[in-house]
């Protein structure tokens, strides 16, 4: 089955960096949609970055555009997130989840319907 396993939050000082990794098994990254997503204590869950693996040019969020970076290993069946600049207003949990079809939804945000979602990791930034 499809598992997904992130890695790599932690508490960091404001301006500081963090990478996160999300580990997949049970199927191809090449055939997927991969994205990062973000939920704080009492906010509505927001999608941060999507690739479509096999094209490997990431959608960002405005709010991180410029500030985060995706990636992805095809070898390591492994996909980043380099996280720097890091905000206050960047503490959350952190997902990443899988999907077989595309990342956008018609009105060009990222979609928050995937099929299959990890545990996910805390990221705390500090004042």
């Known amino acids: 089955e499809v598992q997904l396993v992130e890695s790599g939050g932690g508490l960091v000082q404001a301006g500081g960096s963090l990478r996160l990794s999300c580990a997949a098994s049970?199927?191809?990254?090449?055939?997927?949609?991969i994205g990062w997503f973000r939920q704080a204590p009492g906010k509505e869950r927001e999608g941060v970055s999507c690739?479509?693996?096999?094209?490997?040019?990431?959608y960002y969020a405005d709010s991180v555009k410029g500030r985060f970076t995706m990636s992805s290993d095809n070898a390591e069946n492994t996909v980043y997130l380099q996280m720097n600049s890091l905000k206050p207003e960047d503490t959350a949990v952190y997902y990443c989840?899988?999907?077989?079809?595309?990342?956008?939804?018609?009105?060009?945000?990222?979609?928050?319907?995937?099929?299959?979602w990890g545990q996910g990791t805390q990221v705390t930034v500090s004042s």
């Open positions: 989840a899988a999907d077989p079809l595309v990342c956008l939804t018609g009105s060009d945000t990222i979609d928050l319907n995937f099929g299959s």
């Open positions: 049970g199927f191809t990254l090449d055939d997927y949609a």
């Open positions: 690739m479509d693996v096999s094209d490997g040019s990431p």
